[in-house]
């Protein structure tokens, strides 16, 4: 029986995790004038291609520009990318962005940094040879990195995406930007917690004399 990885979760691994966010940052002031949604379907299941992108187009026209990027999953057999292919020719077309998520699903944390620029390297050339252009996003496998990681990313990634909970707003980190998950017990009523207490905020300091 094949047990499904799963990054460590006792303290030092918790702690050590939260710490990322002072290592090796991005540093970033983002601000923009109008709410920008980035919807994101790691491991690109079937259905991301389908509802995933029809969820985006609705967000896109009633709401905000959405970027989203499915991460190739290359766990997946090389006989089964070709069945993929025409979602990755639809979604290019169609301004969905397609991200990075390495070859292998490693754990960015664990794994040694030149084999993470090795996997990420062959995740490029899968989707380049699939007629995506080459990934400029990286989402990290299970949200897990770590300074040495964040300090190597190679230059043509524009930012890679982290899972630490909070919106990019003001100062960000473009080398491990944040998030919240949408699946999970709570997962929407802790983004919409996040979206009102900036709209109040938002709305405070336009108040404010
Ligand atoms: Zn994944």
């Given at each position: 029986?094949?047990?499904?990885?799963?990054?460590?979760?006792?303290?030092?691994?918790?702690v050590?995790?939260?710490?990322?966010?002072?290592?090796?940052?991005?540093?970033?002031?983002?601000?923009?004038?109008?709410?920008?949604?980035?919807?994101?379907?790691?491991?690109?299941?079937?259905?991301?291609?389908?509802?995933?992108?029809?969820?985006?187009?609705i967000?896109?026209?009633?709401?905000?520009?959405?970027?989203?990027?499915?991460?190739?999953?290359?766990?997946?057999?090389?006989?089964?990318?070709?069945?993929?292919r025409?979602?990755?020719a639809?979604?290019?077309?169609?301004?969905?962005?397609?991200?990075?998520?390495?070859?292998?699903?490693?754990?960015?944390?664990q794994?040694?940094?030149?084999?993470?620029?090795?996997?990420?390297?062959?995740?490029?050339?899968?989707?380049?040879?699939?007629?995506?252009?080459?990934?400029?996003?990286?989402?990290?496998?299970?949200?897990?990195?770590?300074?040495?990681?964040?300090?190597?990313?190679?230059?043509?990634?524009?930012?890679?995406?982290?899972?630490?909970?909070?919106?990019?707003v003001?100062?960000?980190?473009?080398?491990?930007?944040?998030?919240?998950?949408?699946?999970?017990?709570g997962?929407?009523?802790?983004?919409?917690?996040?979206?009102e207490?900036?709209?109040?905020?938002?709305?405070?300091?336009?108040?404010?004399p």
């Open positions: 029986m094949t047990v499904a990885y799963a990054p460590r979760r006792d303290l030092v691994s918790k050590r995790r939260r710490m990322t966010q002072h290592y090796a940052a991005r540093p970033a002031k983002l601000a923009f004038e109008r709410p920008v949604l980035s919807i994101t379907f790691d491991d690109f299941p079937a259905s991301a291609a389908d509802a995933g992108a029809h969820a985006c187009s967000a896109t026209a009633h709401a905000a520009p959405t970027t989203c990027p499915p991460a190739w999953p290359e766990s997946m057999a090389r006989a089964a990318w070709a069945t993929r025409p979602d990755i639809r979604l290019v077309a169609s301004g969905h962005e397609i991200g990075c998520h390495t070859s292998t699903h490693a754990d960015c944390a794994q040694d940094i030149f084999a993470t620029l090795e996997d990420l390297a062959r995740n490029r050339d899968a989707l380049l040879q699939m007629g995506a252009p080459a990934p400029r996003t990286h989402a990290y496998p299970y949200g897990e990195t770590k300074g040495a990681m964040k300090d190597n990313l190679p230059p043509r990634f524009m930012s890679a995406r982290g899972i630490l909970p909070g919106l990019n003001g100062a960000a980190d473009l080398a491990q930007l944040r998030a919240y998950p949408l699946f999970g017990a997962g929407m009523q802790r983004v919409s917690n996040a979206l207490a900036r709209r109040k905020r938002n709305l405070g300091r336009r108040l404010s």
